[in-house]
């Protein structure tokens, strides 16, 4: 069986020939096994993780569906590349009934034959407002969404995408190292 405390050895050791990568693509270091927590913003201020907290109360109690939500929360996580929070949120959709198999392939939803459209248009609403800065939201996302969802529900919506993104730069700026059982993980 192969250990994570292996694993970690072995990084150490074979640090001088990555060497080069580290020269070339910067500090790497707090990637994988390595990473550890900068700042714990629930212990130096819970006021702003309550007020986050709030806003993620409000999207849960919404109506929304938690299949849905949890979809959400997996997709901008993917595009932001936050590894806490697709740790949880993966755990949390399979709780509500989702398959491996949709989680799998909905970084590439748009190909994948299993999605509503009620869901393609509530993921094509989460990449535009995760994407703000590659183009704003455009007019045929919003006129999907709108022909799928009532006005309340794209509110709903859009308070999700910004609950999980505020999420993910928490997590991902103070390097929140994702709950994983590192048992399976390493197997």
């Known amino acids: 069986m192969f250990h994570i405390h292996a694993m970690v050895t072995k990084l150490s050791d074979c640090r001088h020939f990555l060497r080069p990568i ?23 201020s819970p006021a702003a993780f309550q007020a986050v907290a709030a806003l993620q109360s409000y999207v849960d109690q919404s109506g929304l569906d938690p299949k849905l939500r949890e979809l959400i929360k997996i997709r901008a996580s993917q595009i932001n ?21 949709r989680m799998h392939l909905l970084n590439a939803w748009r ?9 393609r248009a509530a993921l094509a609403w989460v990449e535009a407002i995760t994407l703000l800065s590659e183009g704003h939201v ?26 999980i993104n505020t999420w993910n730069r928490l997590a991902i700026g103070f390097r929140v190292p994702p709950q994983v059982d590192t048992r399976k993980a390493a197997a």
């Open 22 to 44: 580290f020269a070339t693509r910067g500090d790497v270091s707090h990637h994988g096994f390595l990473m550890q927590q900068r700042i714990d913003v629930t212990k130096v």
């Open 81 to 101: 590349g936050c590894a806490y929070c697709l740790a949880m949120h993966t755990r949390d959709a399979r709780k509500h009934g989702e398959t491996d198999e």
């Open 111 to 119: 190909e994948a034959p299993f999605y509503t459209a009620r869901e």
């Open 138 to 163: 455009p007019d045929e996302v919003f006129e999907a969404l709108r022909k799928q969802f009532s006005e309340k529900e794209i509110v709903d919506l859009t308070a999700a995408a910004v609950a």
